[in-house]
């Protein structure tokens, strides 16, 4: 493979993707009150953006006090982001970009679907696949993280991949 290869960037989600459950979901069906699940499903449904869900989170993030003494919410990764994400991914993305790389994005849920529009390569899972077929986006699908390093390190000579994560 020629030297002038770009490396892939990977840009990897956490709850879902990462970690088999949502941390968010496990700690707030564990320990917060009912009402969370009518603000995640107003997220589900579009009607509300993530920030929005985590901001609708923190009135019952009172609930964790135990995990942080204080609760406190703050988006110090949504700067400027025009999606109303509580992560601005793309944002991240785009403020990464080097000429010698192209971003791929491996997710899993809403949280990513302005992350994959910035991708060069995508890898999805769950409710991210179906979001790729319904809107025609090119994706290699994936089980685990394992799958994914399989498929990059056949497509991808191990030097272009050193030091790329
Ligand atoms: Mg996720
Ligand atoms: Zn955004």
Redesign the pocket.
Same mark, same amino acid.
Request: proline fraction near 18%; charged fraction near 10%; aromatic fraction near 10%.
């Given at each position: 493979m020629s030297t002038n290869v770009k490396r892939p960037r990977l840009f990897c989600d956490f709850d879902g993707t990462i970690t088999r459950q949502d941390v968010i979901d496990v700690l707030l069906e564990t320990y917060a009150q009912p009402r969370w699940r009518d603000v995640e499903q107003e997220w589900i449904d579009g009607r509300i953006s993530s920030r929005d869900a985590a901001l609708g989170i923190r009135i019952f993030a009172s609930h964790f006090e135990f995990v942080s003494g204080v609760p406190k919410w703050s988006f110090p990764h949504?700067k400027d #982001? !025009?999606? /109303? #994400?509580g992560t #601005?991914? !793309? /944002?991240i993305i785009h403020r990464l970009r080097t000429p010698d790389a192209v971003p791929v994005v491996i997710g899993d849920g809403r949280s990513d679907i302005?992350a994959v529009d910035a991708a060069y390569m995508v890898y999805a899972k769950g409710w991210l696949q179906s979001h790729c077929k319904e809107q025609g986006i090119p994706f290699h699908p994936f089980r685990s993280l394992s799958d994914v390093l399989a498929h990059l390190s056949a497509i991808y000579d191990p030097a272009v991949m050193r030091n790329t994560v």
């Open positions: 949504a #982001c !025009p999606h /109303g #994400c #601005c991914k !793309p /944002g302005f």
